[in-house]
């Protein structure tokens, strides 16, 4: 959340992330780079997206209210549609400058039904668990799809599901 002067809206980056069943899955992620006051997130993302990342600065009290604006934008153009939400609480390293409460933001999180990691980028190893999940997450919801995917193996019949 927040847009720094020079960056663009929006980078795509691929991440090739093993699931909890020891599975590697292709995540394709679009970076919006946060949002700026009053600026809204293209609607296309939200009917096109399997899941959503959401991400706030432990710093930024604004940002975590925009946080939770994005989910119930995310409610409203799904339609309550079950997508796939976890959120990261960023910037964990900046314990002198938190305005988040970790307690307040879990509490947040489990009335929304979502997911919510505290992690820092400094330390890649917290961002493991939550990439896990979401590609976890996908994977079962692809697997249970009556459409067959481009570019992904069949697994055949996998009681697992």
Not at 102 to 125: F, H, I, N, S, Y
Request: aromatic content about 8%.
């Amino acid at each position: 959340i927040g847009l720094e002067e020079g960056a663009t809206m929006e980078d795509v980056y691929l991440a090739s992330v093993e699931t909890d069943r020891g599975v590697k899955e292709q995540l394709r992620l679009y970076d919006t780079r946060g949002l700026q006051e009053g600026v809204e997130l293209p609607k296309h993302y939200f009917s096109v997206a399997d899941g959503f990342i959401l991400v706030y600065a432990v710093t930024s009290l604004e940002a975590f209210q925009r946080v939770e604006l994005l989910k119930k934008e995310i409610d409203v153009f799904r339609d309550k549609k079950e997508v796939t939400v976890i959120v990261l609480g960023n910037k964990t390293d900046l314990l002198d400058q938190r305005q988040v409460e970790t307690e307040a933001a879990q509490q947040w999180a489990r009335a929304e039904k979502v997911r919510l990691w505290e992690v820092t980028v400094t330390d890649r190893k917290t961002l493991l668990e939550p990439f896990t999940f979401l590609a976890s997450k996908l994977s079962q919801s692809q697997n249970k799809s009556t459409f067959p995917l481009p570019g992904r193996k069949s697994k055949g019949n996998n009681c697992d599901n």
